[in-house]
């Protein structure tokens, strides 16, 4: 069963960094968009970044502050995030298009979901 792992998320100052990590796990025959999305609190869920075949995608309030990166020998998806900002706060999840061992079609799946608090 594939499954999505995430990790990094935590309290920083504004100002401050952290690296989130995505990895996927399971009978996978290929990936293809990895990407970040996040909520926050009574907001609807928006891509963050997202990264495909060496190409790479962001929200227009991240960019030169956040950079995706994917290791794809340990299926793994990476989001630095530099220069925080209160307004980064939220639950950012992974997400990324598989298709599973064995299987013709893809599929996609959703991480449990990290929190990334940023005070002020």
């Known amino acids: 069963q594939v499954q999505l792992v995430e990790s990094g998320g935590g309290l920083v100052q504004a100002g401050g960094s952290l690296r989130l990590s995505c990895a996927a796990s399971?009978?996978?025959?290929?990936?293809?968009?990895m990407g970040w999305y996040r909520q926050a609190p009574g907001k609807q869920r928006e891509l963050v970044a997202r990264?495909?075949?060496?190409?790479?995608n962001y929200l227009a309030s991240v960019k030169g502050r956040f950079t995706i990166s994917r290791d794809n020998s340990k299926n793994t998806v990476y989001l630095q995030m530099n220069s925080l900002k209160p307004e980064d706060t939220a639950v950012y999840y992974c997400?990324?298009?598989?298709?599973?061992?064995?299987?013709?079609?893809?599929?996609?799946?959703w991480g449990q979901g990290t929190q990334v608090t940023v005070s002020s």
């Open positions: 997400n990324a298009d598989i298709q599973p061992g064995g299987q013709w079609n893809r599929f996609e799946y």
């Open positions: 399971g009978s996978i025959a290929s990936i293809n968009v």
């Open positions: 990264i495909f075949s060496g190409s790479t």
